[in-house]
């Protein structure tokens, strides 16, 4: 079963536990979707109801645009995000661009008054240790080439002309987004923070990644797990773990 929030096109609650006491908004890295965290959604529910994020130029909204400006696509998801305030505490959970995502919004948010109970932050440097701008990939072969590079998708489906057509177009959105951000300096996070990497992971390395302790003035713990950028998809259950940890502390929940 899936359902949207209020017919809002922007969530995609997979396993739904309206009796959860917290929800869950996951954020996916660049060129993901929604469904990212389906799996994660099934080990955390009734737990946790989680609500995967779903961009605009994928899936079911290929049709629509892709967001080209992350600081746009994180006035957009707050707006969203606060439009469907059923009462209860929330958390963010972003990887890799979703990470910056969160962050973003978890700014916005507390700025009007509704910040989350938690972050948690998968794959992403710091903001302050953030350097990605002089790489990240522009042309679609350096598109590709990332891609297969971090084993984001089955190589033989970029081979496909129709899936990379499919593919790219929401990439280019999203690499451009995350080429062109700047970390505007601000006060710390009133939110608690668990950052995430994995050891392996050759754009999120331990030592940047530790440094999102320097964004909140609550609590901050790091979880490094093994495996490279994607590690989620292998260490499932310690990723649930360390949210249900997090969730279960009542200053996290109350914060």
Not at 76 to 95: K, M, N, V
Not at 176 to 204: K, N, S
Request: hydrophobic share 40%; charged share 25%.
């Amino acid at each position: 079963m899936t359902r949207t929030t209020d017919g809002s096109p922007w969530f995609r609650n997979y396993r739904p536990a309206p009796q959860a006491p917290v929800r869950l908004f996951a954020l996916p890295h660049a060129g993901g979707s929604a469904s990212y965290f389906h799996p994660l959604a099934a080990m955390l529910s009734p737990a946790v109801d989680v609500y995967g994020v779903q961009y605009p130029g994928r899936q079911d909204r290929r049709c629509e645009p892709g967001e080209t400006s992350l600081e746009r696509l994180a006035d957009r998801i707050t707006a969203q995000l606060l439009a469907s305030d059923d009462g209860r505490p929330y958390a963010l959970f972003g990887h890799s661009m979703g990470a910056m995502l969160s962050f973003e919004v978890a700014r916005r948010t507390e700025a009007a008054g509704r910040g989350p109970a938690h972050l948690f932050v998968s794959g992403r440097p710091a903001p302050c240790q953030d350097d990605y701008t002089s790489w990240f990939p522009r042309t679609d072969e350096e598109v590709v080439r990332e891609l297969r590079a971090l084993n984001a998708t089955d190589g033989g489906l970029l081979d496909d002309p129709e899936v990379r057509s499919m593919l790219l177009p929401a990439l280019r959105a999203d690499y451009r987004a995350v080429r062109e951000y700047r970390f505007r300096p601000a006060a710390p996070l009133r939110t608690a923070i668990t950052a995430l990497t994995g050891d392996a992971d050759h754009m999120a390395e331990v030592g940047k990644v530790d440094q999102w302790r320097a964004h909140t003035r609550a609590a901050f713990e790091l979880w490094v797990l093994p495996g490279g950028h994607f590690f989620l998809g292998d260490r499932l259950e310690e990723v649930a773990a360390a949210v249900t940890d997090a969730l279960a502390r009542p200053v996290a929940v109350a914060a």
